[in-house]
């Protein structure tokens, strides 16, 4: 593996946005923030303005809702740390796209050549209860078995809890330029 590749996992306001943005910014690298989120309404409109308005100037933005690892292959260099904001957002965009099994092995499969640092943050999803719907049964399901898949391409695996981090799993060539 070339590069560093980090996981934040956790549930709605759990922490996990301003986590990995503060560890981007400690990573020293040039900022790259890939948003996958689309304003479909006011609420999500003000939410990504919130989270907008935590980012100083110092950050690039790419917003991508389908061809994530395009833009990642694109972006990707050793002297930039690139925080991909959300991967189930991602994931739904996809699904609902009919594209998800493409762009989810895409991804995958060229991680482990990229260089640089990658910040991945998504919802944990698989914590609740088993969701009524076919449709969003395919999504719990989809997004556990593609954080684990990745889980096990990253370096680091964080669980956000109350704003508290939780180490699942720290490669030691991460523990020195941990926050």
């Not at 609420?43 to 690039?60: G, P």
């Amino acid at each position: 593996m070339n590069g560093q590749y980090q996981l934040i996992l956790g549930g709605a306001r759990s922490g996990k946005s301003r986590l990995a943005e503060q560890r981007a910014v400690a990573s020293g690298k040039q900022l790259l923030y890939v948003a996958t989120a689309t304003a479909g309404d006011n609420e999500m409109a003000e939410r990504i303005k919130r989270h907008q308005a935590r980012r100083k100037e110092d950050w690039a933005l790419v917003e991508e809702t389908l061809k994530l690892a395009t833009v990642l292959a694109e972006n990707q260099s050793a002297g930039r740390c690139i925080l991909v904001d959300c991967l189930t957002l991602w994931i739904s965009n996809c699904l609902h796209q009919g594209c998800w099994e493409d762009e989810s092995n895409a991804l995958l499969e060229q991680l482990p050549q990229w260089s640089g640092r990658i910040i991945f943050v998504s919802n944990e999803t698989g914590m609740g209860v088993v969701p009524m719907g076919e449709l969003t049964r395919q999504f719990v399901d989809e997004s556990g078995f593609f954080h684990q898949q990745l889980a096990q391409l990253c370096q680091r695996v964080t669980l956000s809890v109350a704003g508290l981090p939780l180490e699942l799993k720290d490669q030691p060539n991460l523990k020195e330029q941990a926050i």
